[in-house]
């Protein structure tokens, strides 16, 4: 499980308490979750790595193998997302290059204790709103610059002289 790049790990259900518009129920708030950590990715070309407690969602699964660099993880029936978390990181070849991002403190600790760097999800939600503008920033900075026809110019020059 080890890359290049330091791995972000991430308590799923957490994230959604913290960034989702939806419910923590409803299942459109996994899909907007990833689609923001989708764009963080993209920004960052970090791996990202996401447990969510439940049965697998196929469709979510679909939709993420279609992600490089992005994994989504189910815990198997009677096993909870904290000690799949917590699996993950025992069983890399490189904990140390894992960061845990969740909000649980006590998931924290034992992440640590298992080798991993650990991040809040508060922390995580700052840095991801920070990438993100700077995203859009960088976006509207390549865009080529706008200019108008004659004709356009003609008609706005036209519908502001009636009034």
Not at 82 to 96: F, R, Y
Not at 118 to 143: A, I, P, Y
């Amino acid at each position: 499980m080890a890359g290049a790049l330091m791995p972000y790990l991430f308590d799923g259900n957490n994230l959604i308490g913290l960034l989702s518009s939806f419910g923590q129920k409803d299942p459109r708030s996994r899909f907007e979750l990833l689609g923001q950590l989708w764009l963080f990715q993209r920004a960052t070309r970090q791996r990202l790595w996401i447990v969510f407690d439940g049965p697998p969602d196929p469709d979510l699964m679909a939709q993420c193998r279609r992600w490089p660099k992005f994994k989504v993880f189910f815990p198997e029936e009677g096993v909870k997302a904290d000690q799949l978390i917590l699996k993950i990181i025992e069983q890399s070849p490189q904990p140390s290059t894992i960061t845990l991002v969740t909000s649980d403190r006590e998931l924290r600790v034992a992440g640590r204790l298992s080798g991993a760097k650990t991040m809040s999800s508060q922390d995580f939600g700052s840095r991801l709103k920070k990438v993100l503008k700077e995203t859009r920033k960088q976006k509207e900075l390549r865009k080529p610059p706008f200019q108008t026809s004659a004709l356009e110019t003609r008609l706005w020059l036209e519908t502001l002289s009636k009034k």
